[in-house]
């Protein structure tokens, strides 16, 4: 048994098709949550849902664009019909690589539209609910770019500002609704995103690359998605019930040991 058990809890996760998203869906319904994921690509989240372990039952899949306020707030209320929301992890997001000069008008709106808007709808559909359930837990996933300066990231790296400072406001509102609001900040993590990034800009040197990124963490490699979903067990667990308001970091050292 783990010591960070969530059962009785229903969690929604979003943008959990895939990667990080995907084993904290998984984590959380280990360890006893019913959770529902949100994502808009549905073959991929399907099979995300699905699962031959012993928890396949406690894994629901439901297609929603998190941009779409009207879709988001017609999910969420559908889904605390008929369960109490305990905990609602705001993953769903995508990435850019560009310094000012190149990043478009519409780069900037297509960022803002997931990364933040996404977030602000999520969180606008939950609350009323989490605040007539007496309490629960929201974990946002920020990003060390939130915090510190990288090259080639000016528009991602706002929009992860955004969902630190979110989480912050959201943490100091609602305290007395017993809502809990913390977020987490990882450096690279190997995901399928990481290996389309280099398959797409470095073919033939993927290999090469990968490695040349995995040493920009002092620890000298990337995060793996399981070591992202034991943080995000732990921050929505009972365990946790003290921290509120809190950033964490999960880097190999980037923030911190990097000149």
Same mark, same amino acid.
């Given at each position: 048994?783990?010591?960070? !058990?969530?059962? !009785?809890?229903?969690?929604?996760?979003?943008?959990?098709?895939?990667?990080?998203?995907?084993?904290?869906?998984?984590?959380?319904?280990?360890?006893?949550?019913?959770?529902?994921?949100?994502?808009?690509?549905?073959?991929?989240?399907?099979?995300?849902?699905?699962?031959?372990?012993? =928890?396949?039952?406690?894994?629901?899949?439901?297609?929603?664009?998190?941009?779409?306020?009207?879709?988001?707030?017609?999910?969420?209320?559908?889904?605390?019909?008929?369960?109490?929301? @305990?905990?609602?992890?705001?993953?769903?997001?995508?990435?850019?690589?560009?310094?000012?000069?190149?990043?478009?008008?519409? @780069?900037?709106?297509?960022?803002?539209?997931?990364?933040?808007?996404?977030?602000?709808?999520?969180?606008?559909?939950?609350?009323?609910?989490?605040?007539?359930?007496?309490?629960?837990?929201?974990?946002?996933?920020?990003?060390?770019?939130?915090?510190?300066?990288?090259? @080639?990231?000016?528009? =991602?790296?706002?929009?992860?500002?955004?969902?630190?400072?979110?989480?912050?406001?959201?943490?100091?509102?609602?305290?007395? @609704?017993?809502?809990?609001?913390?977020?987490?900040?990882?450096?690279?993590?190997?995901?399928?995103?990481?290996?389309?990034?280099?398959?797409?800009?470095?073919?033939?040197?993927?290999?090469?690359?990968?490695?040349?990124?995995?040493?920009?963490?002092?620890?000298?490699?990337?995060?793996?998605?399981?070591?992202?979903?034991?943080?995000?067990?732990?921050?929505?667990?009972?365990?946790?019930?003290?921290?509120?308001?809190?950033? =964490?970091?999960?880097?190999?050292?980037?923030?911190?040991?990097?000149?």
């Amino acid at each position: 048994m783990s010591a960070f !058990q969530l059962d !009785q809890k229903t969690a929604i996760i979003t943008g959990a098709s895939s990667g990080i998203g995907k084993s904290i869906a998984h984590k959380f319904a280990e360890n006893g949550a019913i959770v529902h994921i949100l994502d808009i690509k549905e073959e991929k989240g399907g099979e995300a849902g699905k699962s031959t372990d012993h =928890y396949a039952d406690r894994l629901f899949f439901h297609t929603c664009d998190v941009s779409d306020h009207l879709a988001v707030r017609t999910v969420i209320d559908g889904i605390c019909a008929s369960d109490k929301l @305990d905990i609602l992890v705001n993953n769903a997001g995508i990435g850019f690589v560009g310094n000012l000069e190149e990043t478009s008008e519409a @780069d900037i709106d297509r960022l803002y539209t997931i990364n933040i808007k996404g977030v602000y709808n999520c969180l606008h559909a939950s609350i009323s609910h989490l605040k007539k359930n007496g309490g629960g837990v929201i974990l946002n996933m920020a990003s060390v770019a939130a915090s510190v300066a990288i090259p @080639d990231r000016f528009a =991602y790296a706002m929009t992860k500002g955004a969902v630190l400072n979110m989480t912050y406001s959201v943490a100091l509102d609602y305290i007395h @609704d017993g809502i809990r609001c913390n977020c987490i900040s990882p450096a690279r993590v190997h995901t399928p995103f990481v290996d389309d990034y280099l398959k797409k800009n470095y073919p033939g040197r993927e290999q090469e690359m990968f490695d040349n990124l995995s040493k920009t963490q002092p620890i000298g490699r990337m995060g793996t998605p399981e070591e992202i979903a034991n943080l995000a067990l732990f921050l929505c667990s009972d365990a946790a019930s003290f921290i509120t308001g809190s950033d =964490y970091p999960i880097d190999g050292g980037f923030i911190k040991l990097v000149p």
